[in-house]
């Protein structure tokens, strides 16, 4: 259809040009172009999380790790072999004798560095033998020199050898004879000990219990005594407190708000993990003294352990003690440590254990 422009002398039909002209499609470029940016951070988000699901995951590997090493107090111990007297025997590993740069020797000076070159051809007969000879003499002279200089050096240099090798010997002689001394006054002791000697017994006992490994967080101190009379060792043990427990059971990586939070473990794991720990310690302890000590000597063994804690009352520093029990050799041998529950077989030896100890109420209120 035509229709003419009024006053214009134009005319047109259907849709104006522009709207007839195809739409021309981006290039490939600039879609890629577009595209780059969304991309890029996708990545980086994407890289983000799998970071921090790594992080959270090495965090809960770090505590189940403490855990473990926690609840394998008792059990990490039972492979260990006893401690004996020769445990503490010494063996001084000297080192050999090394002079280093004494013991190379000085080169001694070579006369063919010193001496002048012979005259040759025509230089013989016109004064050349004359001069040759007296700067093979002035040569001599100070070659004479350089070799009384290199035996002085060499004197000294043998003298400071000697030196050396009798101060290594003296070294030598002494830690000797102080690892000598030493190892007699461990036979002896070993042979108080062995004699029921309260002192010796007393001392061996405090020498096994400071070799034990724990954990790094866990208390070092203890006490021990011996009556020669019921051939009973007393020992008084600082129990680790109960925050040694770790309170994050796992961590867990919240997307939507971008945060790695801890799950909290139970307070009634918290308590049953720390009974299983304190028996834990009690029944290392036993092991370890009746392992070491001879059965005439030590045949029974009372353990008390304590904790450090504020009493609420006072607000002074207390150590009750919250675990106590005693055992004969010949019925803690028959026990079988390796697959007992530790709280479980305190309980069958009669022993007395705080219903939560490190807890609040270790210590009771008097209010």
């Known amino acids: 259809m035509t229709q003419a422009g009024r006053g214009t002398g134009m005319t047109w039909s259907g849709s104006p040009e522009w709207k007839r002209r195809p739409a021309v499609p981006p290039a490939d470029g ?62 001084p590993r000297t080192p050999r004798f090394d002079p280093g740069a004494l013991g190379q020797r000085l080169p001694a000076p070579d006369w063919s560095s010193f001496e002048p070159p012979p005259p040759r051809g025509l230089r013989r007969f016109l004064g050349g033998t004359a001069r040759y000879r007296r700067q093979r003499a002035e040569a001599e002279i100070v070659f004479a020199g350089a070799v009384s200089d290199h035996q002085h050096k060499e004197r000294q240099q043998q003298r400071a050898l000697a030196d050396a090798k009798y101060r290594h010997d003296q070294d030598v002689t002494e830690q000797r004879g102080q690892a000598a001394a030493r190892n007699a006054h461990i036979r002896r002791l070993k042979l108080a000990c062995a004699a029921g000697d309260a002192e010796a017994v007393t001392w061996f006992a405090g020498r096994v219990l400071e070799a034990s490994r724990y954990p790094e967080a866990f208390p070092r101190e203890y006490q021990v005594s011996y009556r020669p009379d019921s051939r009973e060792l007393m020992v008084e043990f600082a129990l680790p407190p109960r925050d040694v427990i770790p309170a994050e059971r796992a961590y867990r990586y919240v997307k939507t708000h971008d945060v790695i939070e801890p799950l909290p473990r139970p307070a009634s794991e918290i308590r049953q993990r720390y009974r299983r720990l304190v028996s834990s310690v009690a029944l290392r302890t036993l092991h370890e003294i009746f392992s070491a000590t001879p059965p005439d000597v030590v045949q029974a063994v009372s353990f008390a352990g304590h904790v450090t804690t504020t009493d609420r009352a006072t607000g002074h520093t207390v150590r009750p003690v919250v675990l106590a029990v005693s055992a004969q050799r010949s019925a803690f041998a028959e026990l079988v440590l390796a697959a007992v529950e530790p709280a479980t077989c305190l309980a069958g030896m009669n022993a007395v254990l705080t219903p939560d100890p490190g807890g609040p109420d270790t210590v009771p209120s008097r209010a």
Do not use: C, N, W, Y
């Open 30 to 91: 600039d879609v890629q172009t577009r595209q780059q940016p969304r991309e890029r951070e996708k990545d980086r988000l994407q890289d983000h999380t799998e970071a921090q699901l790594q992080a959270a995951a090495a965090q809960t590997a770090e505590v189940e790790g403490q855990a473990t090493v926690i609840d394998d107090v008792l059990a990490s111990a039972l492979a260990v072999p006893p401690f004996s007297f020769d445990r503490l025997m010494t063996f």
